[in-house]
């Protein structure tokens, strides 16, 4: 159940460790390898939810909420590549997944992304990446987009709590659409990240904090009508929220950003839980997230991985890449961050050890690729 | 309109008649040259050679001078090059000149338009002089050739690196002499943007222009006094910018072109709008009706922030009509042209920054056509390019460029 002020106030836990590795919990992980983003792409991704128990058990007559992840402006490419093909989760696969939605009896899909300083339609950032987005809005009944870096189409922000009380922040306010909905779904890309050392479902998860209140435009006492700017001040923390919005828990803590990011990010996916996580490496890219990181690479992997528990999903996609899940802080991928796995294992959202995840499907070894191998890279 | 004069301002130091040799093998043609005594063997001679000779503030007739910005990435205080490099995540202030060029012809019919912008710092470096020259050129002027005291002096001695930077600064000026025929071009636009473009106007006209334009969005500036029947033609939409409501004439030519499915955008004052809500039409600035098989999107309160207005018509219209589109372009500015017989269309690109990395620019250009050539500032000839085509829509992959680049496209 997602927890808001309303429904939990005073229930923050003050950063303890609710949960250790040994309790957290385990979730099927379906892995497929599809090679690419044509014919094979629905089937696959058919099977794969059924391998979880079926789309209807999760979607059916709900509203349905997908955070997919368009980072960066949609003005830069990798080469002459197409952003789908790179750094932003393809317009086929969100596509496919909407149409399966649909078609599993979901009453409302809203597909929700907080682009970069914009308040624009989602709709006119896909036009600017070259996209149709009536490709998408037409492949289920009821599909609308919404941008969430702002209050958008709400009468006000849902602050959610983060039930565990947070590593840095005890609640978040966001767009309405993340508390306005019955199942959330990260549906991202599979990369690495200079800040985070990997961005999965978890990470995709960042994204849904809104610029005008996590942004480094944002205003000193309320939010800024509109976003300006990323979110630099999460990274660095060199400034806090408006005062309308939830304080920092730690204000001395380290003001790092491979400390404070994968924090962020757990705290984030506590609060509005993941029902969903699918995580595309049909096409991407090695060595960082986005064409401004010095020295990334276009792959085809050719695998998808999804699973109804965002931590055990990710665990098998760090795998997938040539990583190892058990990482920790100085060890790749990890070695300038904290391990978003090792901190939401921490708190309870999910196992990382392979050894209790159940993998359906195709196996690791099959469809491993090598991320790892390619190295670190490092923002110019 | 003769385009062919090229001009310079004549440094004050070189007084030795002798220096003119720098301007042979250059299309430089007419001098500004200061009222200095010392300086008149140099005006005799460069007579004799057939150079005009015009004081600084007295241009030639047929030339307006307008007072112009150093072009390029605008620094931050602490900036210690004359270029930047373009970020994945921010987008740098540009100062161009180009929409000036383009309003002071549009408002000056038959005038060639030179830019006065000095260099804005004791050295800049020979790309920064080409993006100078081209700045103005491409939009169809000129800048007024001004040279730092450090290349002054450098030429006068003759360094090798100074020559270096003249040679580049005076090849990009013989590029844009030699292309007269482009000057004859007509803009592609998607838009529209009416006013006087003076008086209370002015502001927001002029800054509507300068901020469209660093959009990207193509634009046709429509002059009050000069709107005719065929001021709308080919476009999706028009934004009038003025304050006081249009004359009657205008008023209705404006409602037609609503009428058969364009756009217009108004503020408030433009007087009383026809047609109806549209259902679902929320935007937090504009009250959006369609009237006809178009629409009209009025704003709530008066046009205040151009920034705004500038992007709210870009989404207002949508991205999916506009006509140029740019990955890893950085800080990019573009004109989009046609030949009168539309045969030919011609895409200027300026490219004000660096661009990181290995990214390599792509341009996305509305409209079918069937070749590309790429001109640049350092090949005396153009190079076909690698072009995917799209169903209305070509995309140009363009090899690393600096400076300046334009596309030639065939259809």
């Known amino acids: 159940m997602l927890k808001t002020t309303s429904a939990v106030a005073g229930a923050c836990l003050a950063g303890s460790r609710l949960g250790t590795a040994a309790v957290a919990p385990t979730a099927r992980v379906a892995v497929a390898r599809c090679s690419s983003y044509g014919a094979e792409l629905l089937p696959t991704l058919s099977v794969m939810f059924d391998q979880l128990g079926g789309l209807g058990r999760i979607v059916k007559g709900k509203t349905v909420a997908i955070k997919v992840n368009l980072t960066g402006m949609p003005s830069y490419r990798v080469g002459y590549l197409p952003l789908g093909d790179t750094h932003y989760t393809s317009p086929q696969v969100i596509a496919a997944t909407v149409h399966l939605m649909g078609k599993a009896g979901a009453r409302r899909i809203r597909l929700l992304e907080s682009p970069w300083s914009t308040a624009d339609p989602v709709e006119e950032y896909l036009l600017q990446a070259d996209w149709e987005p009536r490709d998408i809005l037409s492949s289920a009944p009821n599909v609308e987009f919404e941008n969430t870096n702002w209050l958008g189409s709400g009468k006000r922000y849902s602050r959610l709590v983060v039930p565990f009380g947070g590593y840095i922040f005890p609640a978040y306010d966001l767009n309405h659409s993340y508390e306005d909905c019955d199942v959330f779904v990260s549906l991202a890309k599979m990369k690495e990240h200079a800040t985070a050392g990997i961005t999965l479902s978890m990470k995709n998860c960042f994204g849904i904090t809104p610029a005008t209140i996590y942004g480094s435009g944002a205003g000193k006492d309320e939010p800024s009508d509109l976003p300006k700017g990323g979110r630099i001040f999460i990274h660095t923390g060199y400034r806090q929220p408006p005062k309308s919005a939830p304080s920092e828990k730690y204000p001395a803590s380290p003001r790092q950003d491979g400390y404070r990011v994968p924090r962020v990010v757990v705290d984030l996916v506590a609060a509005r839980p993941i029902d969903l996580a699918v995580?595309?490496?049909?096409?991407?890219?090695?060595?960082?997230?986005?064409?401004?990181?010095?020295?990334?690479?276009?792959?085809?992997?050719?695998?998808?991985?999804?699973?109804?528990?965002?931590?055990?999903?990710?665990?098998?996609?760090m795998a997938v890449m040539g990583f190892d899940p058990m990482a920790d802080r100085g060890k790749a991928p990890f070695e300038t961050c904290d391990s978003t796995l090792r901190l939401a294992e921490d708190v309870g959202i999910g196992t990382r050890d392979l050894s209790r995840i159940e993998i359906v499907g195709t196996s690791i070894s099959e469809v491993m690729f090598g991320a790892a191998a390619h190295g670190r890279r490092k923002r110019p | 309109m003769d385009r062919e004069r090229t001009p310079m301002r004549w440094p004050v130091e070189w007084r030795d008649p002798s220096a003119l040799d720098a301007l042979k093998d250059t299309v430089i043609n007419c001098l500004l040259v200061e009222r200095d005594a010392a300086l008149d063997p140099v005006i005799a001679r460069a007579g004799q050679e057939g150079i005009r000779v015009v004081r600084p503030g007295a241009p030639p007739a047929g030339v307006t001078v307008i007072e112009g910005e150093w072009p390029g990435v605008k620094l931050s205080e602490s900036g210690t090059f004359d270029h930047a490099a373009a970020g994945p995540t921010g987008v740098p202030w540009i100062d161009s000149n180009g929409w000036k060029v383009r309003l002071t012809a549009a408002l000056n019919p038959g005038t060639q338009v030179w830019v006065n912008a000095a260099p804005r710092k004791p050295r800049l470096s020979a790309e920064s002089y080409a993006t100078a020259v081209a700045d103005a050129a491409a939009h169809g002027g000129r800048w007024i050739?001004?040279?730092?005291?450090?290349?002054?002096?450098?030429?006068?001695?003759?360094?090798?690196?100074?020559?270096?930077?003249?040679?580049?600064?005076?090849?990009?000026?013989?590029?844009?002499?030699?292309?007269?025929?482009?000057?004859?071009?007509?803009?592609?636009?998607?838009?529209?943007?009416?006013?006087?473009?003076?008086?209370?106007?002015?502001?927001?006209?002029?800054?509507?222009?300068?901020?469209?334009?660093r959009t990207n969005q193509q634009y046709r500036i429509i002059v009050k006094s000069a709107f005719s029947q065929s001021s709308l033609n080919g476009l999706r939409a028009v934004l009038y910018a003025d304050e006081d409501a249009p004359d009657p004439g205008l008023r209705k030519q404006i409602l037609e072109f609503v009428k058969a499915g364009g756009m217009l955008i108004a503020g408030p004052k433009w007087g009383g709008f026809p047609g109806t809500r549209e259902p679902g039409g929320d935007h937090p600035r504009y009250v959006l009706m369609a009237y006809g098989k178009g629409r009209l999107a009025v704003a709530t309160p008066d046009f205040e922030d151009p920034y705004v207005v500038a992007n709210d018509s870009m989404v207002l219209i949508s991205h999916r009509y506009e006509l140029l589109?740019?990955?890893?372009?950085?800080?990019?500015?573009?004109?989009?042209?046609?030949?009168?017989?539309r045969k030919r269309a011609l895409v200027q690109m300026l490219f004000y920054a660096f661009i990181l990395g290995d990214n390599r620019p792509t341009v996305r250009v509305a409209g079918r056509y069937r070749t590309a050539r790429l001109w640049t500032l350092d090949q005396p000839a153009p190079r076909v390019l690698d072009m995917e085509i799209e169903e209305d829509a070509v995309e140009l992959h363009l090899p690393p460029v600096r400076g300046y680049a334009a596309a030639e496209l065939e259809v």
């Open chain 2, 145 to 213: 050739i001004s040279l730092d005291d450090q290349l002054a002096a450098g030429i006068s001695a003759r360094t090798p690196e100074a020559l270096g930077r003249w040679k580049r600064l005076t090849g990009a000026a013989g590029y844009f002499a030699g292309r007269n025929e482009w000057s004859h071009y007509v803009p592609e636009a998607v838009i529209g943007i009416i006013s006087d473009f003076a008086g209370r106007n002015e502001f927001m006209s002029h800054e509507l222009l300068n901020l469209v334009t």
């Open chain 1, 279 to 317: 995580v595309e490496g049909v096409k991407t890219i090695t060595g960082g997230e986005g064409p401004w990181i010095r020295g990334v690479a276009p792959a085809s992997p050719g695998v998808i991985v999804a699973g109804t528990n965002p931590v055990t999903t990710d665990a098998v996609c």
């Open chain 2, 325 to 341: 589109r740019f990955w890893n372009g950085g800080a990019v500015g573009s004109y989009f042209t046609a030949a009168p017989d």
